[in-house]
């Protein structure tokens, strides 16, 4: 007798569908084929446990298993449940006439328990694309699956909850999800009203919010760098559906998406420790993970002490920077992770940390400055669009009671500036912001008078910078133009712009 169920295998963020063959004839072995991993393999003493705990029979025959596409790896105990039913149904416990139907994913426990598992999002995505009713998963991941509109999603407690549903004896109302409940629902804890001065800097990252742009703050200790990141996501636009949808795939993937949880409708924030790995940054594994600047996708990446990182492994962040994705290559697959993140790099000035401090004098030896500084490499601080210095803030500003201007009012200004940018891209949907221009656009889009070439020519001569800082500087120009509600970037947008730059490695302190 051969029976078949469907269950799903991860690639990147993606799903596949897999097809579950089970055969029996007579005899009392299992075989389990199509490259499974051994979490899979050991999925038959799972499944013989929670049958004999749950008063079902497990078959004795020779039952022979195929995964197809036998070419895909199959991971993980998430194949218990199909597997398990696919069992019951080859030995008639269970009714095989829906097993068509639906899509079925969960790790059992040895009582029959039905645990939560990663990825479904994307296999509910797949599922409806594949014209299946429906999908059987885990309760705790039923909310995750059931923003999927025109989806029967199941959620189950236990084995025999799925056996009583496929047998008609227990009818599981589908779980539903109201999505104008979720999406754009931001709550954000910091908030830019409880910072005390720092209006530079303040101005800066709304700019950058505004334009999607790379920020690199340098700084003392305690000067606040750490705090005015933590609230740069507090400025940005609301996330789209689109986005709310990709980044909660890419968390779902990792495992990070937590229990009855549904969309993700708050951007990322992600602050890695300084001695993360390069596969904790960029992803990877045997079985290749999304790694920190995934899990910032549509959000925002903080990389404090920057200089302490590792340099091979800031490196990684070149490729991403510029194209916004990230390809993982293994022996036997590739797969592709969205990275479109802010970075907001914080620093030290020097290995004291007191370099230009207005009240602290620095101990450096000479050269040890730029050393430092030299840990971050020319063509990663190219990529870095506003390079700002965060000073002391003064007594009389600390001690002042009143609150400075909300996050709210900034963001405001930052939305209205998008609006401008998604009417100027409007034929372009790769592009959302000024910070991904091409060369094409910026000389579409930002076009200089006379007098802004020669500040520009001047600024170029004097800082010594590179081609790829002059088209940052005209992209910053350009949003800083937006902010204003200027139709052209102006001498004055443009010498804003300029200032940001001149805080370049090989310039600072001169």
């Known amino acids: 007798m051969l029976v078949k169920t469907f269950g799903c295998a991860i690639i990147g963020i993606n799903a596949i569908i897999v097809t579950i063959e089970v055969n029996s004839e007579k005899g009392v072995q299992f075989f389990l084929v199509g490259l499974p991993d051994n979490s899979v393999k050991e999925s038959q003493q799972r499944i013989v446990a929670s049958f004999s705990n749950l008063g079902y029979k497990f078959p004795r025959k020779r039952i022979t298993v195929n995964m197809a596409p036998a070419d895909i790896k199959k991971v993980g105990a998430a194949y218990d449940l199909p597997l398990a039913v696919a069992v019951m149904a080859v030995s008639e416990q269970v009714d095989g006439s829906k097993l068509d139907q639906y899509v079925i994913m969960g790790e059992l426990s040895l009582d029959g328990t039905v645990n939560p598992v990663r990825g479904v999002l994307p296999m509910a995505l797949q599922a409806k694309q594949e014209g299946f009713k429906g999908i059987i998963i885990p309760q705790e991941n039923a909310k995750e699956a059931a923003v999927v509109d025109g989806l029967e999603v199941i959620g189950v407690g236990n084995l025999r909850e799925v056996v009583d549903f496929l047998n008609g004896e227990l009818l599981i109302e589908p779980e539903t999800v109201n999505l104008g409940a979720w999406v754009n629902d931001d709550d954000y804890q910091a908030d830019f009203q409880d910072v005390k001065g720092q209006e530079t800097v303040k101005r800066a990252l709304e700019i950058a919010a505004a334009g999607s742009h790379n920020v690199l703050l340098i700084g003392s200790p305690g000067s606040g760098k750490t705090m005015l990141a933590k609230r740069l996501p507090s400025i940005l636009p609301p996330m789209t559906l689109a986005e709310a949808l990709e980044t909660t795939k890419i968390h779902s993937v990792a495992g990070l998406l937590g229990s009855n949880k549904t969309l ?188 802004g070439q020669d500040a520009l020519r001047n600024a170029m001569r004097r800082l010594g910078l590179s081609a790829r800082a002059y088209d940052r500087i005209l992209k910053v120009a350009r949003t800083i133009a937006d902010l204003d509600g200027s139709d052209r970037i102006t001498h004055d947008h443009l010498a804003e712009a300029i200032t940001y730059r001149s805080l370049d490695r090989d310039n600072w302190g001169n």
Do not use: W
């Open 264 to 451: 993700l409708t708050t951007r990322p924030f992600r602050s890695p420790h300084h001695s993360i790995s390069d596969a904790g940054l960029c992803g990877g594994g045997s079985s290749p993970q999304p790694g920190e600047i995934s899990l910032a996708n549509n959000g925002v990446l903080f990389l404090d002490e920057v200089p302490e990182i590792q340099r091979h492994t800031l490196e990684i962040l070149r490729q991403p920077m510029e194209d916004r994705e990230i390809t993982i290559s293994r022996a036997r697959t590739s797969v592709r992770y969205p990275a479109n993140f802010m970075l907001v790099a914080a620093m030290n000035p020097c290995p004291c940390g007191y370099y230009n401090h207005p009240d602290r004098q620095c101990v450096c030896r000479p050269g040890e400055v730029q050393k430092y500084l030299g840990k971050i490499s020319g063509p990663l601080m190219d990529r870095i669009d506003l390079h700002v210095e965060v000073l002391p803030v003064p007594y009389e500003e600390l001690s002042d009671s009143r609150r400075g201007e909300p996050s709210a009012e900034i963001r405001k200004r930052v939305i209205q500036a998008r609006k401008i940018q998604e009417a100027r891209f409007q034929d372009h949907p790769e592009i959302h912001a000024n910070a991904q221009m091409t060369t094409k656009l910026l000389q579409q889009y930002c076009v200089l008078d006379q007098r």
